[in-house]
């Protein structure tokens, strides 16, 4: 039978990357991919059947052998935390090198995920505690977070959703679905809905329609974005069937994950290659990992194949907060290394924003080398890419327009008649020349309690 363990080995066999680990930076362009398989094996449903859950179907397909005591280890991780990788994504392997090999490291599991820092939470982002109802996560006042899916094709090692990817129990069934969209529906000011899980592109064309038009029958949702790893881990989900379903509903966007130009295949290529021909932006989100992706040429290589494929650089995330991924945390200064290695040195539009999603819910936070100096009231002093100082000379004369917050009457003509356009938070709310706000003050502090517990 073509399904066996021994059909997937003859299509891996003798199948390695050695030469991608050179210097050239040619050569880590090249797809990385068996260059001689059966038609089945582009065909996302062999591929979903028959990916690799075990210790003993993994080496039995790269030829790897454990000890014992790492078996026993590798059975433990596990337990707690699944594994599931496509043959596809399996395959891009350099079995020669495969400890410090990118698609190793960020597929196969480590004893090390086991390992829970006191500081490390199953939760990070609180978006359990921001959610009004199951599904949904309301943090920003405009957008929603709409988790549809909790099954990916592949389980990533450096997942920030651990705690719910895979589990039976997190799974969103139609009637919560419609929760949410009820939800999003019932809150005029959410104009933007982001699609993730799990994996939206893992649920079938028709149940994706459904979703997709229930969120397109409500007027005040303006964009809807899906989140997803498939294009990178699994780019034969990507059908023309799928395709013709999201292009219905535009204006929709999708943000996918490429930590590492290995990823880049010709089969990721043909994949983004045609979501772009069907007018649907793409933008994508690298995870800054150790061991993987924390070197500037490795990041400056991979935003450049990013944008030859029509993916914007969007977002670099620093690992979170999450239990047992604190192996793959680097230290901030790494990011801002690698970003001042970006900044000035490529396009603009490579560039993506390093940011680090605040812990206990605060949304992300960019985070960037410093390029302003100093100021006086005459001048500022700058700094650019190269090290040279300069300065920028302010106007003398400015006529400064005093914004009373009624758009409707100001002279700029923006006439915006939305009830809600100027509502403004945070500290920008201490910006804003119609409120009086001159404090923010956090919560939980021991100055703020004393205050409460003075008398009045």
Known sequence: MRNTVKDLVSILKGHTQGAESGSDPDLIQKSPEPEHTPEYWRDWRWQVRHRVRDIK????????????????????????????????????????????????????????????????????????????????????????LFLVSNTCAMYCRHCTRKRKVGDADSIPDRAMIQEGIDYIRNNPQIRDVLLSGGDPLMLSDDYLDWILTGLRS???????????????????????????????????????????PKEMTASAQAAVAKLADAGIPLGNQSVLLAGINDCPRIMKELVHQLVRNRIRPYYLYQCDLSEGISHFRTPVSKGIEIMENLIGHTSGFAVPRYVIDAPGGGGKIPVFPNYLLTWSVHKVVLRNYEGMICTYQEPANYDRIFCDGNCNSCKLQLNINRADESKVVGVAKLLADYDETTTLIPENTDRVERRQDEPV
């Open 57 to 144: 179907t993994f080496q039995q397909l790269l030829g790897i052998t454990f000890s014992p005591e790492e078996r026993e280890q590798l059975k433990k991780t596990i337990e707690r935390f699944p594994l599931s990788i496509t043959p596809y994504y399996l395959s891009l392997i350099d079995v020669n090198d495969y400890k410090n090999d990118p698609i190793f490291r960020q597929a196969f599991p480590s004893p090390s995920e086991l390992i829970v820092e006191n500081y490390e939470l199953s939760d990070p982002l609180a978006e359990d505690k921001d959610s009004p109802c199951d599904c949904i996560t309301h943090r920003y006042p405009d957008r929603v």
């Open 218 to 260: 409500i007027p005040h949702v303006e964009v809807i974005r899906i989140g997803s790893r498939v294009p990178v881990v699994l780019p034969f989900r990507i059908t023309d069937e799928l395709v013709g379903v999201l292009k219905k509903h535009h204006p929709l966007w999708l943000n996918t994950q490429f930590n590492h």
